[in-house]
C-alpha cells in the first residue's frame, strides 16, 4: 500500500485529497487500485507519506500492539485508521448485501479479465426426455406403485441414461453427473454410486406390472391409441458371462448371432401405431409356438381384450394350437403360413396374372426409401382367407441366403467324404449321426439333397433333387398370409401384417440406441429389471418420434438427440470490482435448429431458470 495525492479544480477552487492506494496484478499488467480516500491530511513531508501507509496496513492486518506504540507519535493515525476500517466494513455491508439479494439491483461493476465460463453440461436431450417424462406422468405412476422421492429420481435418471447414452450401472453414476439432469431434477447427484442404482433396480423388479399397466393406460388416454391390432414378436438378447445366477440364461436360437452365449428371450406386444403394450421375458431356449399363451395373458392385464380384436405373429407361432388359443379369446389372428403350407400354393403362385399390386409404405423414420410394390392375391376356404404374396425384393434375398446356406451344406459334406475316404472315420453309425447333424444344421437346403452312406463302396453319396430345387426357386420371394378376417381384402390383409416390421424396428431400437445387449448383469431379477428399463426408455422414445410424425416431420430419436447435444448448462463466473464473484448458472440460448425441434415437441426452450449465486473471495 501507499498513499498518492490527487487534486482537482472546481469552481476555480483547487481540492486537495490523498487516497490509499494498492498494486494489483492484472492479465494487461499491474495496475492501482485505490482503498479509500484519507481526505485532506495535515501538511507532512512526501517521505512521511510510505511510512504512514505501513503502519495504516498493519493496523488493518490486526497489529493493534504496533498501533499503541505509535498512537502519541502520531495522533492523526487512529482517525486515519478509523476511517479506512470503516470503509472495509461499509465495503463488506455492500458485498454481503449484493451476496443476499442481488436480485434488487442488476446493476455492478465487472472486472472482464477475469470472465469465465465453468461446469458446462450436455442439457438438450436430457431436457427432452424429462419432459416426456413429465408428459407420461411417470412420476406419478412411479409414486401409485410406492416408490419413494428418491427412488423415482434414480429411476428417471436410469431411464434418462438408457434413452440417452446408455452405460452400466457401473459408469451410469460419472454419466449423470456429466450432464444437466441435477440442474433439472433439482438433484444432487454428487454422491451417487453404482450400489445405489442396483439397490433401486431391486426396487422397481415387484412393480414392473403395475407400473406398465398404468403406462399403458395413461398413453391410451394422451394420445388416443387404436386398440383393434396387436403386433406380437420375439427376440433374444445374449449374455457376457456364464449368467450362472439366472435360470432363464440357457442357450438356444440366438437372433443376434451369438449361439456361443446363454440367452433369454423377450417378447413385446405393440400397438397399431407402435407403442409398447406389455412385454415378457422368457428362458432362453423357449420357442416361439409357446410363448403365445403366455403373452396373451399377460396382455389381458394390461388392457381390455374385446372381442373383434387382431393378433399379428409371424409363421414362428403359426400353429394350430396357437390359432385356437387366439380365436377361443374372441380375437381375430392374421399370421404367415409356415413353409410347407407356402407349398401347397405352388400352382396359384404360378404367374402373376391375376395379382394386384400393392404399394409398400416407407418406415416413419425414412419417408425417402424407395420399396418395390408387392403382387397379392386372395383366396378363401373354409372360413379362413388366405392371401398369397410375391416380393421382388424378398426374392433377391431368399435366392441369397439359399444359395449361400447351400454353398455352406456343400462345403460341410466335403469334409465329412474327406474323413471318410482318409479313414478317419470309419463306424457307419457315426457317419450315419453325422449326416443328420448336417440335415439339423442346414434345415433350408438339406432338402434338396438325398445323403446316404453306401456302406459296400464306403462312400457318403451325395445326389442333389432337382425337381425340389426348381420348385423351391419357383417359390423365392413368395410367402402366404392367413387370417379368419373374411372382411379383408388381400391388400388389406397384408398392410395389417406389414405393420409387423414396427416390432422388429423396436428391438432394434432397444438394441442399438438403448443399449438393450448384451446384458452384464447375472442376477434374475436384475436381467428382468435392465430389459424393463429399457422398455420405459422405448416409451419415452416412441412419444418423442410419434410427436414429430404427427407434425410432419419423418425423423428418428437418434438425430433428435444429436442435434441437441450441444444445447448446454454452464456456470457464468463475473468477478466484481468489489472482490466478490456473481457466479451465474444458466443454460446456452437456444440456436435456431434447437429452438426448431423444442417447437415441434411443444417444448419451451427453457432448459432452467437462471440461479444467482455471490461468492465473496475477499
Not at 431436457?127 to 422421492?149: R, T
Not at 407349398?343 to 425417402?368: C, H, I, K, M
Not at 414396427?502 to 447375472?522: D, T, Y
Request: glycine share 6%; charged share 30%; with cysteine.
Amino acid at each position: 500500500m501507499y498513499i498518492k495525492k490527487s487534486q482537482r479544480d472546481y469552481k476555480g477552487k483547487k481540492y486537495i485529497s490523498y487516497l490509499l492506494v494498492e498494486s494489483i496484478h492484472t492479465p494487461k499488467g499491474p495496475r492501482q487500485r485505490t482503498i479509500c480516500s484519507l481526505g485532506d491530511l495535515r501538511p507532512r513531508p512526501r517521505a512521511e507519506w510510505l511510512q504512514l501507509a505501513h503502519r495504516l496496513k498493519e493496523a488493518l492486518q490486526g497489529q493493534e500492539r504496533l498501533f499503541a506504540a505509535e498512537a502519541v507519535a502520531d495522533p492523526e493515525l487512529p482517525a486515519l485508521v478509523a476511517r479506512v476500517l470503516a470503509h472495509r466494513d461499509q465495503s463488506k455491508a455492500r458485498a454481503g448485501h449484493e451476496l443476499a439479494g442481488a436480485e434488487a439491483d442488476d446493476l455492478v461493476s465487472i472486472r472482464p479479465a477475469g470472465v469465465r465460463v465453468e461446469a458446462a453440461r450436455e442439457a438438450g436431450p436430457v431436457h427432452v426426455g424429462c419432459q416426456f417424462w413429465q408428459k407420461l406422468g411417470l412420476d406419478g405412476i412411479l409414486a401409485a406403485a410406492g416408490l419413494s422421492e428418491r427412488a423415482r429420481q434414480l429411476t428417471r435418471a436410469m431411464v434418462m441414461n438408457r434413452l440417452i447414452h446408455p452405460r452400466s450401472e457401473h459408469a451410469m453414476p460419472d454419466w449423470i453427473r456429466s450432464t444437466a439432469l441435477a440442474d433439472i431434477a433439482g438433484t444432487d447427484f454428487r454422491e451417487l454410486t453404482e450400489d445405489s442404482l442396483y439397490r433401486n433396480m431391486d426396487r422397481l423388479y415387484h412393480q414392473r406390472a403395475a407400473i406398465e399397466t398404468a403406462l399403458v393406460a395413461r398413453e391410451q388416454a394422451l394420445f388416443n391409441l387404436d386398440r383393434t391390432v396387436y403386433l406380437y414378436d420375439l427376440t433374444s438378447t445374449y449374455f457376457e458371462g456364464q449368467a450362472a445366477g439366472n435360470p432363464k440364461a440357457k442357450r438356444g436360437y440366438s437372433r443376434d448371432h451369438r449361439p456361443d452365449c446363454p440367452q433369454v428371450v423377450v417378447g413385446l406386444v405393440l400397438s397399431w401405431d407402435g407403442f409398447p403394450l406389455c412385454h415378457e421375458v422368457y428362458d432362453g431356449n423357449m420357442q416361439d409356438r409357446n410363448s403365445v399363451k403366455p403373452i396373451l395373458d399377460r396382455l389381458a392385464q394390461r388392457v381390455v381384450l374385446q372381442p373383434g380384436q387382431t393378433v399379428v405373429v409371424d409363421r414362428g407361432m403359426a400353429f394350430d394350437e396357437n390359432l385356437r388359443e387366439i380365436t377361443g379369446r374372441g380375437l381375430h389372428y392374421i399370421v404367415a403360413a409356415r413353409q410347407g403350407e407356402r407349398d401347397q400354393w405352388l400352382e396359384e403362385f404360378e404367374g402373376v396374372t391375376d395379382f394386384a399390386a400393392v404399394q409398400r409404405v416407407p418406415s416413419p423414420t425414412n419417408p425417402y426409401q424407395q420399396k418395390t410394390p408387392v403382387l397379392v392375391k386372395r383366396r378363401e376356404s373354409n372360413g379362413e382367407v388366405h392371401v398369397l404374396c410375391v416380393s421382388a425384393g424378398r426374392q433377391a434375398k431368399d435366392r441369397a441366403i439359399r444359395e449361400k446356406k447351400e454353398q455352406q451344406l456343400v462345403a460341410d459334406l466335403a469334409r465329412l467324404e474327406r474323413r471318410v475316404t482318409t479313414g478317419r472315420l470309419k463306424d457307419p453309425a457315426k457317419i450315419s449321426e453325422a449326416i443328420g447333424r448336417l440335415k439339423e444344421r442346414y434345415p433350408r437346403v438339406a432338402r434338396y439333397y438325398r445323403m446316404a452312406y453306401d456302406d459296400q463302396t464306403k462312400r457318403v453319396l451325395v445326389e442333389k433333387d432337382l425337381a425340389k430345387l426348381a420348385q423351391a426357386e419357383e417359390l423365392d420371394g413368395s410367402y402366404l398370409l392367413k387370417t379368419n378376417r373374411t372382411d379383408l381384402t388381400a391388400a388389406e390383409a397384408w398392410r395389417i401384417y406389414s405393420l409387423l416390421t414396427r416390432a422388429e424396428e423396436a428391438f432394434r431400437n432397444m438394441k442399438s440406441p438403448l443399449s438393450e445387449r448384451p446384458i452384464f448383469h447375472q442376477i434374475e431379477r436384475r436381467v428382468d429389471t435392465h430389459i424393463f428399463l429399457c422398455v420405459l426408455a422405448f416409451h419415452l422414445l416412441v412419444s418423442v418420434e410419434q410427436t414429430l410424425l404427427a407434425r410432419g416431420v419423418h425423423t428418428s430419436w437418434a438425430t433428435v438427440r444429436d442435434t441437441l447435444s450441444t444445447h448446454q448448462v454452464c456456470t457464468v463466473v463475473l468477478p466484481t470490482s468489489s472482490g466478490a464473484e456473481l457466479h451465474i448458472r444458466k443454460a446456452t440460448t437456444a440456436e435456431p435448429e434447437h429452438c426448431k425441434i423444442y417447437n415441434l415437441l411443444g417444448i419451451d426452450e427453457k432448459v432452467i431458470e437462471p440461479k444467482r449465486t455471490w461468492v465473496n473471495k475477499s
